[in-house]
């Protein structure tokens, strides 16, 4: 049970790893006996990681076609920022309140998304992001945060990694616009920390619905609003043929 456990988190982290870089596209068909062989295992750890993907509203599962990358709505991408902020706002007061020592993580968090604009990887520079917002909301203590957090975050991310939006911010501007945070939370201010949080948030959410109204900005993947009649591209890295059903 353990080892199943494991392996369907292997396959999460891989599937969710090729949804945020593009390798696999909206409105892709994921085919567990192909993901299954491709990996080397059976399909039950498979079957599991898919049903986690749904959970976490990256993959959708169709009657009688199976599972595919789902398409994600304007209205979906927009909404996540005033939520996100609120729970952002309550993890800072309450990292200061827990006294969160996680300073070393938050420089290392900036320094590597830097890195990562310089080389223009935007999803590098996504998940530097998300490691750093992840640590403050992480010290909160608070679970139920942590974890209403993690679903709206993860796909949000999936929109931070388009390779447009990385010029978006000058490089000066990245490390400034998160330093707030971290002298709120040196300052030992629950209030401060908050708002710096939430002012954080509430910007970028500003910029992203910015960029949705205005395509020519950005090349955005497909959005379930106007998306054009999906064609099945059978997702799988290898030309092997699909395993049979275990």
């Known amino acids: 049970m353990i080892q199943r456990v494991v392996l369907s ?4 982290e891989e599937l969710l790893d090729d949804i945020l870089s593009g390798r696999v596209k909206p409105g892709d068909r994921l085919v567990e006996s192909q993901i299954a062989k491709r990996m080397g295992m059976s399909q039950s750890p498979v079957r599991e990681a898919l049903r986690d993907l749904v959970a976490m509203r990256f993959v959708e599962v169709e009657p009688h076609k199976g599972a595919r990358v789902r398409l994600i709505q304007r209205r979906e991408i927009l909404e996540i920022y005033p939520v996100r902020a609120a729970l ?26 830097k890195r990562a604009f310089k080389a223009r990887d935007a999803h590098k520079m996504a998940h530097w992001d998300a490691c750093f917002h992840r640590a403050i909301v992480k010290s909160s203590g608070n679970q139920i945060l942590i974890d209403s957090w993690d679903s709206l975050m993860i796909e949000a991310r999936t929109f931070v990694t388009l390779s447009n939006l ?28 908050g708002e710096a949080m939430r002012n954080h948030v509430v910007e970028f959410g500003d910029v992203m619905h910015d ?11 497909r959005l ?20 049979s059903a275990d």
């Open 9 to 12: 988190e292997q396959v999460k």
């Open 166 to 193: 990385i010029h978006i911010y000058p490089e000066t501007d990245l490390a400034a616009r998160h330093r707030p945070i971290i002298d709120a939370l040196h300052a030992g201010d629950p209030e401060k920390c």
């Open 224 to 243: 379930e609003e106007d998306a054009a009649p999906m064609v099945d591209r059978v997702v799988n890295k290898s030309d092997a043929p699909a395993a």
């Open 211 to 221: 960029i949705l109204s205005d395509e020519r900005a950005v090349a955005l993947p």
């Open 88 to 113: 952002e706002e309550l993890a800072g007061k309450l990292a200061v309140q827990n006294k969160a020592d996680c300073f070393n993580e938050l420089e290392d968090s900036l320094a590597l998304m």
